[in-house]
């Protein structure tokens, strides 16, 4: 027994070092999590920003609670509700004003049941139907379908939610109900002598209420009418709250189903078994040594469940997760396999390819043979690539919630679309001021962006009328200069160069070329989906190692320039004819959720930087300066990996070709545009305008 209790723990040690090596530690998790929030803070922020604040989101799943690796590649799940909506369980919880939904829980399974729609003035049952998401019962009662929420193109139904095609994000859309589940109250008051979780949790827990998502039970015959009731808060909350071995734990149960049972048995039915079995054990057992043990005995529970085909849900026990979705012969298998593996003293953990686990630890095992010659990362690359993506994910999904806002008050009147701005800035401001620690770091980030943009749009006026750039602009500008490594002062550039102030212009684009280090600052764009590599994402180490996102933000990022049209007197001509690149056919046909940023002019920062360069030396007479911006701009449209929108570029450098009076060269760029994007680009026109030069 000792020497077995001994190779336990030696195998137990390994596989934590190599748990460790790819990136599942206290560091990392952490980074996972803050990162999440901040998502989750950006999305409430679009909302509240926009005057649309009876919108939230949150963000669950293995992403935000840091239990993924790269190989297990979770997708992110977001759960969208509105404040519009109340969902009671007591007329005492009515609110008058909103969409008042009382829950029914009569002839429904466990952990499930059907909304009754209540007047909104008095808090009775309403009798008649609002519209065809309804439908009445057998009793005559006024029931709202789960079937309300139509997909939106390209989407897919999966589960309760609506997933992307590629099922990388899943999208639910809850309901509401501010109290804890009556169901769910048992578990308040259940104790062990573990005390997991203490009473300060539970009350932290519960506090967060619950939703009800749209899916009813697989087996009900009247599916359609039942929602399930969700306490993904307080499941969030728990997961939170375990140590590092635990979610060592849970991240291998999760490797073992992909690997051995094709994923039959889920993640949150893994996620179940794990929050029982810290409950009943002690806090003492799980230490790294006895991981191995840990999984074992989390394999025996969840074997268990599956042989007498019942896993009661964490928080209302009388829900079986596996009611109505395995068959007898699945569930044998299942529990030959698990069985197998236990017996093996979990050694199949070796037959894990993901993240390279099984060649991982037989390395360490056999430090002088390497099965199948394989080299793999070290634990400092895969945490860097960790957060590479992290960052890259968050910056990106910044400039995005940017754009939206623009977009939202872009259809005003320009008077009004100022003060609008000018309100969702101090909306933001006070969203930093009051909020939580991520809420602070979203705020922060997006902040400058709307105040370059402010400052730009109040120049462009000024320079419509023909005066000079007020200091309110100039403030603005300024507040926003710091947005990145270079769009905001790109921004400012192009404001001081089309104003005639041509000399701070070369000035502030002489700081941005210092300030641009091509081989630590990454471009990143909001309005394409472009695909990098994450090795090739150029994050610098000492910034990746930091907390501090606004740090990294200003060394290491370069968003696009973004230019309204009513930002257009800020632009010079050469960029400006990107703002009419659609045909009539072509802006009937696109997809406005998407595509409104092309009636903008969009560039990225560094040949935005070297055409604003050569136009400006042009200005000053300084041909060798010309030249040299040219030469450069060649070189980066060439060369530049990352360029999002390498066909403004090529249009940009094709009008310094008209100016060099080079148009043989101009139509070459014209074409290499055109072929790079064939429909909604500008370069039609100027072909069209060589070929009259021509003639």
Not at 24 to 45: D, H, K, Q, Y
Not at 49 to 73: A, I, R
């Amino acid at each position: 027994m000792d020497r077995l209790a001994d190779e336990l723990r030696d195998f137990s040690l390994r596989l934590s070092r190599v748990l460790d090596d790819i990136g599942v530690n206290e560091r990392t998790v952490m980074m996972r999590r803050r990162t999440g929030l901040i998502f989750e803070s950006l999305n409430t922020l679009e909302r509240y920003v926009t005057n649309n604040g009876d919108l939230t989101m949150f963000m669950f799943g293995s992403q935000t609670e840091g239990s993924t690796t790269l190989g297990l590649n979770s997708d992110r799940d977001t759960l969208i509700y509105s404040n519009r909506w109340n969902i009671i369980q007591d007329l005492c919880q009515w609110e008058q004003g909103k969409i008042n939904l009382m829950m029914l829980r009569d002839n429904v399974a466990p952990g499930y049941c059907r909304l009754q729609m209540l007047r909104s003035d008095i808090p009775v049952a309403r009798e008649d139907l609002p519209d065809d998401d309804y439908e009445y019962d057998d009793e005559g009662r006024v029931l709202m379908k789960n079937t309300f929420h139509d997909l939106q193109p390209g989407e897919i139904r999966h589960g309760p939610a609506s997933s992307d095609a590629d099922l990388n994000s899943d999208y639910v859309l809850g309901l509401p109900c501010r109290s804890w589940p009556t169901e769910a109250l048992p578990w308040v008051t259940r104790t062990t002598a573990h005390q997991w979780p203490g009473r300060n949790l539970k009350c932290f827990s519960v506090n967060g209420g619950c939703f009800v998502v749209p899916t009813g039970h697989c087996l009900s015959e009247t599916e359609r009418l039942e929602w399930r009731i969700s306490t993904s808060i307080a499941e969030r909350c728990l997961m939170f709250n375990m140590n590092i071995t635990q979610i060592r734990c849970y991240v291998v149960l999760k490797m073992i189903m992909k690997t051995f049972l094709n994923g039959i048995v889920t993640s949150y039915q893994c996620k179940t078994v794990l929050m029982y079995l810290v409950e009943i054990t002690n806090s003492e057992l799980w230490r790294e040594e006895n991981l191995i043990s840990c999984i074992i005995m989390s394999l025996r529970l969840l074997q268990l469940c599956v042989f007498i085909n019942n896993c009661p849900h964490y928080f209302i026990p009388e829900n079986n997760l596996l009611d109505g979705r395995l068959n007898l012969e699945t569930r044998q298998n299942i529990v030959f396999m698990i069985g197998n593996i236990i017996d093996s003293k979990c050694i199949a953990i070796l037959g894990i390819e993901m993240d390279n686990i099984g060649d991982r630890l037989y390395a360490i095992c056999n430090p002088f043979i390497r099965r199948n010659s394989i080299y793999f990362m070290s634990p400092k690359d895969v945490c860097l690539n960790i957060y590479r993506w992290l960052q890259h994910d968050l910056y990106k999904y910044i400039h995005i919630s940017f754009l939206q806002i623009v977009n939202g008050l872009d259809n005003h009147t320009h008077i009004r679309n100022c003060d609008e701005m000018k309100d969702s800035i101090r909306r933001t401001l006070k969203f930093r001021e009051n909020g939580s620690c991520s809420e602070r770091a979203a705020a922060e980030m997006l902040a400058p962006l709307l105040c370059t943009t402010l400052g730009t749009k109040l120049a462009s006026a000024d320079i419509s009328r023909g005066w000079c750039i007020s200091a309110e602009s100039l403030q603005w500008l300024s507040f926003g200069i710091d947005s990145d490594v270079a769009s905001g002062r790109l921004k400012l550039a192009s404001v001081l160069f089309c104003s005639g102030d041509i000399h701070r212009s070369s000035v502030t684009l002489h700081d941005v070329e210092q300030r641009y280090d091509t081989r630590v600052t990454e471009p990143l764009c909001g309005c394409k989906d472009f695909r990098v590599n994450i090795s090739s994402l150029r994050f610098s180490d000492n910034c990746l190692l930091c907390y501090d996102y606004k740090t990294t933000l200003n060394i290491n990022v370069a968003f696009e320039v973004v230019f309204t049209r009513e930002e257009k007197h800020c632009v010079p001509n050469g960029l400006k004819y990107e703002m009419f690149r659609c045909t009539e056919e072509e802006h009937r046909n696109r997809d406005e959720n998407h595509d409104y940023w092309m009636d903008w002019a969009v560039v990225d920062s560094l040949p935005y930087l070297y055409y604003l360069q050569y136009m400006t030396y042009r200005r000053l007479d300084n041909r060798a300066g010309q030249q040299r911006a040219l030469g450069r701009l060649i070189h980066t449209i060439d060369t530049e990996p990352h360029l999002h929108h390498r066909e403004t570029a090529l249009n940009l450098l094709g009008q310094c070709m008209e100016i060099e009076d080079r148009l043989m060269d101009a139509f070459t760029c014209y074409r290499r545009s055109l072929n790079w994007k064939s429909t909604h680009n500008v370069a039609r026109w100027h072909i069209v305008n060589l070929l009259y030069r021509f003639l």
